[in-house]
């Protein structure tokens, strides 16, 4: 499973990319303007830090609009993937955009068959949200595995972005579903490195290191 990240912080990028955890990078726009940067600035800077996709999300409603920004988003460096919401006009710009052999990631998508029509419509990408199901008391684990199911009977290429992770479990489940790609913020790929065993085990070797007095170097 690849990681991308969740983020318009630089220096989260950057800690994360130097450990090889980035296999791509996702924002939108409460991530660019909880990062209090320019769109286009920032964009640019993630994309010459991180050779995968980077997703860049556009801001009109419109299907014209839309694709006239995706292709300005597109001249910012040769892996953006320009991000268009799962709506009618986003599935027009998605096709448009898809057949100029752009990438592109639908986002904002809840249900299996929103799914099915990125996929005709030529989505590099679909990101099914799961936390926001979960926020609702729909379990958004069901609906990674549905798509998964459907694109398999298929054969679509577009691969699953799973998005919206808030737990280390969902981004163990999702690798046991079998999304190509996990979308996590920063803090929920860093805790993945986390457990209790571990930390009480580290504790009990200290113990013994400092009262055998072994050292190494
Ligand atoms: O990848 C989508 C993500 O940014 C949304 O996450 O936690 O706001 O639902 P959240």
Redesign the pocket.
């Known amino acids: 499973m690849k990681f991308f990240v969740?983020t318009a912080e630089i220096d989260a990028i950057a800690e994360l990319n130097a450990l090889g955890m980035v296999d791509g990078v996702?924002t939108?726009p409460?991530?660019i303007a909880k990062s209090g940067r320019d769109i286009m600035e920032v964009t640019r800077e993630i994309c010459d830090m991180v050779s995968g996709p980077v997703s860049a999300e556009v801001v009109a409603l419109d299907a014209e609009t839309m694709i006239k920004e995706g292709r300005k988003l597109t001249e910012i460096a040769e892996n953006i993937a320009v991000k268009v919401p799962l709506t009618w006009d986003g599935l027009q710009a998605c096709k448009t955009l898809s057949d100029e052999g752009k990438m592109v990631n639908v986002?904002l998508c809840f249900s299996a068959n929103q799914a099915l029509l990125a996929a005709k419509a030529g989505a590099t990408f679909i990101?099914p949200?799961i936390?926001?199901l979960d926020d609702i008391n729909i379990d958004g684990l069901d609906l990674i595995a549905d798509i998964r199911e459907i694109y398999d009977n298929y054969g679509f290429e577009t691969e699953i972005l799973a998005?919206?992770i808030?737990t280390v479990n969902h981004m163990s489940e999702c690798a046991k579903i079998g999304a190509d790609v996990a979308?996590a913020p920063p803090a929920v790929i860093k805790s993945m490195a986390n457990h209790v065993l571990t930390d009480k085990g580290l504790a009990g070797f200290v113990k013994d290191i400092e009262k055998a007095g072994i050292t190494i170097l």
């Open positions: 969740d996702t939108n409460s991530l986002t990101s949200f936390g926001r998005a919206s808030r979308t």
